[in-house]
């Protein structure tokens, strides 16, 4: 996948019209009081549906990313059959003042004999924190949790224009929920080294299976941008 990846925000296949026509999104506004700003709960989706103000890399996406529900709480469901593409929504916030990127998740099947670090480069679950590059590329964050790799271990794609950090690792924690908090200012800081940060243009999704010719399932919810 590391190959094909040039992640869903770095390439001109994916915004075929330029960067700022794709992540054409809204600055995070929130009142002084306020330690996070919602960035999708998916409230505003149709269940059974691709959800509001995402874009779909490519039309198959459509198919693999679903708005569902359950106990009232509205999830992205994420089902993944020998295939990978990315789903992302453009949202553009205060880094600075918002620095943490947090949301829940939830491994459901993992694809079958995958490590990150190898050409089995697929994901049950992988976020994206997703920032301006040039007019046809981006760079990004990624969030990863692996069946086998390490928590902790870093990875790089894209020609270093993703930069990847597996924060949960193993298959224990299948179907249930867990609450993610990531630091992306320090992180972008530290693996791309630059003080100065860009605004973030948006979060992207990647539940893949494609590289192991298998299935793979997983549950988003709650995106939010926090203060630390």
């Not at 670090?117 to 994901?123: A, F, G, H, M």
């Not at 320090?186 to 539940?207: S, W």
Request: charged share 25%.
């Amino acid at each position: 996948m590391a190959s094909r990846l040039a992640s869903l925000v770095a390439s001109v296949r994916w915004v075929p019209l330029g960067l700022a026509l794709f992540f054409g999104g809204t600055v995070a506004q929130s009142t002084a009081q306020d330690q996070c700003v919602v960035v999708d709960d998916f409230s505003k989706s149709v269940v059974g549906e691709f959800p509001v103000g995402w874009k779909a890399r490519k039309d198959v996406a459509n198919d693999v990313y679903k708005v569902a529900e359950e106990g009232g709480k509205r999830v992205l469901r994420a089902d993944a059959k020998d295939v990978g593409v990315q789903a992302g929504k453009p949202f553009e916030w205060h880094l600075k003042e918002y620095p943490v990127l947090a949301w829940s998740w939830r491994p459901q099947e993992f694809p079958r004999g995958a490590d990150e670090r190898t050409t089995k480069n697929d994901s049950a679950l992988a976020v994206y924190a997703v920032f301006p590059h040039t007019a046809w590329s981006v760079k990004s964050m990624k969030y990863i949790w692996s069946a086998a790799v390490p928590a902790g271990t870093h990875l790089t794609s894209s020609g270093g224009l993703t930069q990847a950090l597996v924060i949960r690792s193993g298959t224990s924690g299948k179907g249930e929920w867990v609450e993610e908090r990531v630091n992306v200012l320090e992180d972008y800081r530290k693996y791309f080294g630059e003080l100065a940060v860009p605004k973030p243009a948006g979060i992207a999704v990647l539940t893949d299976s494609d590289d192991t010719a298998s299935s793979a399932q997983g549950d988003y919810a709650s995106f939010r941008v926090c203060k630390p």
